[in-house]
């Protein structure tokens, strides 16, 4: 198996992970309601902001590697974890249990990079998704602590 081709396949699938996620975190700040709106709304902002962020720094590592990132949704829903939801109004709770479950998805995702990162030695893959680990491990730990 060639660890460098699985490399851009996985940072690939990523691409297209954190773009459904985005478009789910739109979904919840267009339909929430209920009395965490106004903690909850900005919040998603917040955490688009950073999927912004990431998605951008990932397709650009790609890019440096002379590799093209995904860019369509048709491939994107092919091969993403993140599970698309339909538009209707959603709580608070409904949000944050969602976004707890997709975050620790998205880890599990960057984990399996991460591994194959070290296993090729690309010390600038690496350090790009382990600091976006540590957010989502950050995020993982708010959402369940919100949660409990």
Request: hydrophobic letters at 50%; aromatic letters at 10%; charged letters at 25%.
């Amino acid at each position: 198996m060639d660890m460098n081709k699985d490399l851009i396949f996985q940072m690939n699938k990523f691409v297209g992970d954190l773009h459904v996620f985005k478009t789910k975190l739109h979904n919840f700040h267009w339909n929430l309601v209920g009395e965490q709106f106004f903690v909850i709304h900005p919040m998603l902002d917040g955490i688009m902001g950073e999927v912004d962020t990431q998605i951008d720094a990932v397709a650009e590592r790609l890019l440096m590697k002379n590799e093209r990132p995904f860019a369509s949704l048709e491939v994107y829903l092919k091969h993403t974890v993140i599970n698309e939801i339909e538009s209707k109004a959603y709580n608070g709770k409904e949000v944050v249990t969602c976004m707890h479950e997709d975050f620790k998805l998205l880890l599990s995702e960057i984990n399996i990079i991460i591994k194959i990162a070290e296993d090729v030695d690309d010390q600038e893959t690496l350090a790009l998704l382990t600091d976006a680990a540590a957010l989502y491990q950050k995020h993982i730990w708010m959402f369940g602590a919100w949660l409990a």
